[in-house]
């Protein structure tokens, strides 16, 4: 048919696109390299500047994957949120998912000095903070999924997902509260999330946690269709809705999870880009939305990693605002030019 | 082709729900083909019975024909590609309910008896012996009613399905159904319209002092 042709040519453009905007990204930063010698390094050439080596496979090319990672990921989780819950404002984040994540951020920062008999490490160093974010946002996750076996209804779950979401971050507070200064910066900090610092040996093991995912995702792009006509015309196309749901969750739990624990939580590009990407492409089907919101996501990551680390100056701005303060008005700019939203 | 009449709140769509398990039962037993409802699993069940409801779709920027093809998932591989079989009792659904003119329409698009037209033919595609719909004509003028109601009926005379929906249409059920079930207090007829009609049936369905039945022509008059 026609439209399968517009969508494969969507998806070539898409990709160069993609391309395009990784090169970018690794040939900017605080460190100018000409391009020609970016790509040199690129290609597997050594450059005579040793550093320059250095800053583009160490520094600069993990970071650009992670950013790839962390917009896929979460843009693929927001969109199986939004279609479960059948609510077009729910995000990666709504089953108290990154709440979990900050709980055990914050109990490892802030709560070692408080709980300093009990804990026996103080030492906090960046993988031990992505172990207690994904311990915290893994428990949050299994209370969520123990309580979705008790409950049928799918809006009650987001319901309760939020609700934890609250008391995490109730804690959170209180713990900010009676924590000290160097503490609470490092804490803060985290929350506003960072693409950089991983090393390949972390790339590879987020690289497999988005796997697993993506794959879970896949093997539900039928149910995940279904659901569109709502839960009920699903069952009686023979959805097998409770395993249906639990692998959505479980799908997101890993997405968002692992990325939170990895990079902190990144907020907008999980509500966002499935939105983006329904009014580009004016489709629902999930056989189209799921391989096109992982190439969006990674795009408008790469985009926004690529302002926040202010080229040619030392400074690096927060990932969290510059994903809000991009994207945001993007969204808004479609939705007030189309006059419809699409779901 | 058999229709479930009834006041409100007598239990006709809980009925149509518990036999399309969309709600547990709430006692009793249900057979289909001699064999307990309980029994089925859900890709068994959606080769047999298909639905129809009253509740709004959850995403309406679905085309009429992806809507449609939704309606062969118990049929299609793990990730949903059509077959050419497929393909063609979709197309079958579309000419069957009249629909061709409006198959790449979104359905956001729609009338309400269109996109009332819309489920049927996804329930056709499904390709199910048993059809249930949950009140068809709810929300329809008499005209786009009529239009429903004889769809309905060259649907179950034409490919030998069982169609069975609620109504609160009792006229027009005993003008075009093959059988009704009418639901009162405590007796429960099932039969043909004018085997009904005899057993004066619908006499009871309504308390006489508002309106009272006519069996001569087959319909209500309302008491001044």
């Avoid at chain 1, 639990?246 to 907008?268: D, E, K, N, S, V």
Wanted: proline residues 3%.
């Amino acid at each position: 048919m026609n439209t399968q042709k517009k969508y494969r040519l969507f998806f070539v453009l898409l990709l160069l696109a993609l391309l395009v905007c990784l090169v970018i990204n690794i040939s900017l930063g605080s460190v100018s390299i000409p391009l020609k010698d970016t790509f040199y390094v690129i290609l597997g050439n050594s450059v005579q500047n040793d550093s320059w080596n250095n800053i583009i496979w160490n520094y600069r090319i993990p970071k650009a994957f992670t950013a790839i990672l962390v917009g896929s990921g979460l843009a693929l989780s927001g969109l199986l949120m939004q279609t479960l819950f059948r609510n077009p404002l729910a995000g990666p984040f709504v089953l108290g998912i990154s709440s979990g994540a900050s709980l055990g951020a914050a109990l490892l920062i802030m709560g070692s000095s408080l709980f300093s008999g009990m804990l026996s490490f103080t030492f906090v160093n960046d993988l031990s903070l992505a172990i207690a974010a994904s311990v915290g946002s893994f428990l949050v996750l299994l209370v969520v999924m123990i309580v979705a076996v008790k409950i049928k209804d799918t809006m009650a779950l987001l319901i309760i997902g939020l609700m934890f979401g609250s008391i995490t971050t109730a804690i959170v507070s209180i713990l900010s509260y009676f924590t000290n200064a160097e503490k609470l910066r490092q804490y803060i900090y985290w929350s506003f999330g960072s693409v950089g610092n991983l090393s390949w040996q972390q790339l590879l093991i987020l690289l497999t946690i988005i796997l697993a995912g993506v794959l879970l995702s896949i093997i539900s792009i039928k149910p995940l269709n279904s659901l569109l006509l709502g839960e009920n015309y699903a069952r009686s196309l023979g959805v097998n809705l409770k395993r249906s749901r639990y692998i959505i969750i479980l799908a997101t739990g890993l997405l968002a999870g692992g990325i939170t624990a990895f990079a902190g939580p990144i907020a907008f590009i999980g509500l966002a880009v499935p939105h983006l990407t329904r009014q580009i492409f004016n489709t629902t089907d999930h056989k189209v939305l799921v391989p096109a919101v992982l190439v969006y996501g990674a795009i408008l990551m790469l985009i926004c990693d690529t302002i926040a680390q202010l080229p040619a100056s030392v400074n690096v701005l927060p990932i969290n605002a510059i994903t809000s303060i991009i994207g945001a008005p993007v969204v808004i700019w479609l939705l007030v030019r189309k006059k419809k939203m699409i779901f | 082709m058999s229709a479930i009449i009834g006041i409100n709140g007598i239990g006709k769509s809980t009925l149509l729900r518990t036999i399309g398990k969309i709600q547990p039962k709430l006692s009793g037993s249900i057979l289909l083909n001699s064999r307990d409802l309980k029994s089925y699993n859900a890709l068994d069940l959606a080769s047999l019975l298909s639905i129809v409801l009253t509740e709004p779709l959850v995403s309406k920027n679905l085309t009429v024909l992806e809507l449609i093809a939704l309606g062969r998932q118990p049929y299609t591989n793990w990730i949903g590609t059509l077959s050419d079989k497929d393909k063609v009792k979709i197309q079958e659904a579309i000419t069957m309910v009249d629909l061709s003119d409006l198959q790449y329409k979104k359905c956001y698009e729609l009338s309400d008896g269109q996109l009332q037209r819309v489920m049927i033919a996804r329930a056709l595609a499904q390709d199910t012996a048993i059809i249930l719909l949950d009140e068809p004509t709810s929300h329809l003028d008499l005209h786009h009613k009529v239009q429903i109601f004889k769809l309905l009926k060259s649907i179950a005379h034409k490919t030998n399905k069982t169609i069975l929906f609620t109504s609160h249409e009792i006229e027009m059920a005993i003008q075009l159904c093959d059988k009704i079930l009418v639901l009162n207090k405590e007796v429960h007829d099932f039969g043909k319209p004018d085997e009904l009609i005899q057993k004066s049936a619908f006499e009871k369905l309504f308390p006489i002092d508002t309106v009272s039945f006519d069996p001569s022509t087959g319909s209500f008059k309302i008491k001044k």
